[in-house]
């Protein structure tokens, strides 16, 4: 089992840039899939996110090339870095992990941090 807790949002201006992490719990922190998902007022939970256990990644079209995730299981880290921030980038931001298998489905990821909100301005 493992415990996520995201910090690093808040309010910028379009274009500004702005780093988000997840600390996890647990002693098997290397062997879980690790994705950010967001959610904006009145829609669903998207994908943003996700890297692999062997460090691969995948993003959604929206933000690719302008976000970029990592890892440090030394660390027991997983960040996502946003650039280019745009106003329909203000979300609630989760990290999620799951074992096994990488998926773009947040229905499959079983553990959840509380989320953090990153709010765009214009």
């Known amino acids: 089992q493992v415990q996520l807790e995201e910090s690093g949002g808040g309010l910028v201006q379009a274009g500004d840039s702005l780093r988000l992490s997840c600390a996890a719990s647990g002693r098997t922190f290397s062997s879980y899939v690790l994705g950010w998902f967001r959610q904006a007022p009145g829609k669903e939970r998207e994908f943003v996110a996700g890297?692999?256990?062997?460090?691969?990644?995948g993003y959604a079209t929206s933000v690719k090339g302008r976000f970029t995730i990592s890892r440090d299981n030394n660390k027991k880290l997983v960040d996502l870095r946003m650039n280019s921030l745009k106003p329909e980038d203000t979300a609630i931001y989760y990290c999620?992990?799951?074992?096994?298998?990488?998926?773009?489905?947040?229905?499959?990821?079983?553990?959840w941090g509380q989320g953090t909100q990153v709010t765009v301005s214009s």
């Open positions: 890297i692999s256990v062997s460090h691969n990644t």
């Open positions: 999620a992990a799951k074992l096994y298998d990488f998926s773009y489905d947040y229905s499959n990821y079983p553990y």
